[in-house]
Nanobody
C-alpha cells in the first residue's frame, strides 16, 4: 500500500506562486508515475500534469503548460508542483496521485482511472 499526503495549498493573489508537495509513504519503490489533478467547484476533475518517476519526464495540460512544473526528489519520496503566474481559474482542490505500471510519456498522458493511489487534496484559491 502507498499513502500520499499533499500540502502547500493556500490563498494567493493572481500572478503569484505556490508550491505543492506530495509525500509518498509505504511501498513507494514500485511506483512508476505521479499525476496531479484538480477540481474546481461545479466542474469535472481535470488532469494537469504527470511525471515519470523512472526518468523524470513530465508533461502538462494546455491550461497550465509554461506556468506549472512538476519535480521529484527521490531521496525524500516527494513530488512537487511548482505553480507560477497563477490565475483565478486555477482555483480548486489539487490532488496528487500515484500508480505502478502506469506510463507518463510523450505518447501517454494517463487519466484518473489509471492511478491507484490518491491524496486527500489541498485547496488552492487564487483571488485578489
Amino acid at each position: 500500500q502507498v499513502q500520499l499526503a499533499e500540502s502547500g495549498g493556500g490563498l494567493v493573489q493572481p500572478g503569484g506562486s505556490l508550491r505543492l508537495s506530495c509525500v509518498a509513504s509505504g511501498f513507494t519503490s514500485g511506483l512508476d508515475a505521479v499525476g496531479w489533478f484538480r477540481q474546481a467547484p461545479g466542474k469535472q476533475r481535470e488532469k494537469i500534469s504527470c511525471i515519470n518517476l523512472r526518468n523524470g519526464y513530465s508533461r502538462y495540460s494546455d491550461s497550465v503548460k509554461g506556468r506549472f512544473t512538476s519535480l521529484m526528489d527521490n531521496a525524500k519520496n516527494t513530488v512537487y508542483l511548482q505553480m507560477n503566474t497563477l490565475e483565478v481559474q486555477d482555483t480548486g482542490v489539487y490532488y496528487c496521485t500515484a500508480a505502478a505500471y502506469t506510463l507518463c510519456s510523450a505518447d501517454v498522458f494517463p487519466s484518473g482511472g489509471d492511478f491507484d493511489y490518491w491524496g486527500q487534496g489541498t485547496q488552492v484559491t487564487v483571488s485578489s
